[in-house]
């Protein structure tokens, strides 16, 4: 009598950790994009100027942005403020004005208070290689 007993506390036991793991999914998808959806690419150079491109695919309550940019003194060099859903923006930085600097891009979503920042290290070096074959 004792063992069935045993066996159905194991039973119950299973069926509710079943039951509170399979709702624990649900309750977290109930949280619409917690994220910023935001991607920042390095392109490349034009003209010796690095170029990045900031990509952006939101939804109807991830419409209203702010772009940053800073340097590492909390400085801001540029600020937008976007209304729209998706969106790509491309940035040729004047390595000219701004040297070595360390950059972040800032992107703070208002509707749901949250921010996605990117750090940019620039640097530059200079590499000399000589190669030495032997010929035959």
Do not use: W
């Amino acid at each position: 009598m004792k063992k069935i007993f045993r066996n159905n506390r194991i039973v119950a036991i299973a069926f509710l950790t079943m039951f509170s793991v399979a709702a624990a999914p649900a309750a977290m998808a109930g949280e619409k994009n917690p994220v910023v959806p935001v991607q920042l690419i390095f392109l490349g150079h034009v003209k010796n100027q690095p170029l990045f491109q900031l990509n952006f695919n939101g939804d109807e309550n991830q419409n209203d942005v702010t772009i940053i940019i800073s340097d590492e003194y909390g400085n801001s060099l540029y600020r937008e403020n976007i209304k729209a859903e998706t969106f790509s923006k491309k940035f040729l930085l004047n390595t000219e004005e701004l040297g070595d600097e360390t950059l972040y891009f800032t992107v703070f979503c208002k509707n749901n208070k949250k921010a996605v920042e990117y750090v940019v290290n620039r640097s530059t070096q200079t590499i000399n290689q000589v190669v030495v074959n032997e010929v035959k």
